[in-house]
C-alpha cells in the first residue's frame, strides 16, 4: 500500500510539472516564462544536492559543502530559441545556464577533433554561458560542462568582460539558431560560437561545487523568459 501511494505521489507530481511546462503560454510578445516566481513548477534537479528556493519572487541557488555540481533544469527541450535571463551572483561562487544540455543513463562518448570525449553516466554536460566572479571576468563566454570544455572564452573581449557587474543584477541574452550561438551580457556582445553536435536539449540554472568550504554563497535569478523560433 505504502508503494502505490509513494507511486501515485511521484505521478502526480511529475504529471502537474509537466502541464505546467505544456500549459504556459506566451505573452502578447511571443515570450515563454520559464519560472513562475511561486514555485519551481516546471523544474527538476540533477546532479549534486545544493538547495534552491523562491523568495521575492526570485529562484536562489545556494552552494553547500560536499556535493558536486548542481543543475535546476527545465523539464521539456528546447531546441531554437531566445533566451533571457537575469542575475546576481555572491563574490566566490561560479554558476552558469545551461543551454540544449542533457544528461544520459549510460556513459557516451564522442569524437571532437579527432580525440573521443567521454560522458559519465548521469553527468549533466552541455554549453553553458558562464557566470564568473573571478579576475578573469568571463561571464557570457561559451563552456561545454561536462564535455570538451572552453569553446570561446572572453579573453580577446575586453568590452563583454567590462559589461560583467559584480554584485549586481546583470542580464544574459542568448540566441540559439541551428548550429550558431550567440550572447550577450547588458547588452554587449560577448560570445559566439559555431557548433552542431547537439541542436536540442534542456535549460538549466548552476550552482557550482565548492568542495569542503562551508560558507554560504549564493546565486538569484529572476525574469527567466524564452521565445521558440
Known sequence: MKTTLLSFALLFKVTTTALFAAESKPDGGGWLPLFDGKSLDGWVQRGGKAPYRIEDGMLIGSCVPNTPNSFLCTVRDFTNFILEIEFKVDQGLNSGVQLRSQQFDKPTEFEWNGKKVKVPAGRVHGLQAEIDTSARAWSAGLYEEGARG??????????????????????????????????????????????????????????HGVGKKEQTLEVRFRNARVTEL
Not at 542580464?171 to 550558431?180: F, L, M, Q, T, V
Not at 550572447?183 to 540554472?205: M, Q, Y
Open 150 to 207: 572552453w569553446l570561446n572564452d572572453l579573453k580577446n573581449n575586453e568590452a563583454a568582460r567590462k559589461a560583467f557587474k559584480q554584485g549586481e543584477w546583470n542580464k544574459y541574452h542568448i540566441e540559439a539558431r541551428g548550429d550558431s550561438v550567440k550572447t550577450w551580457i547588458n547588452n554587449i556582445p560577448a560570445a559566439e560560437l559555431k557548433d552542431s553536435r547537439v541542436s536540442a536539449g534542456f535549460i538549466a540554472l548552476q550552482v
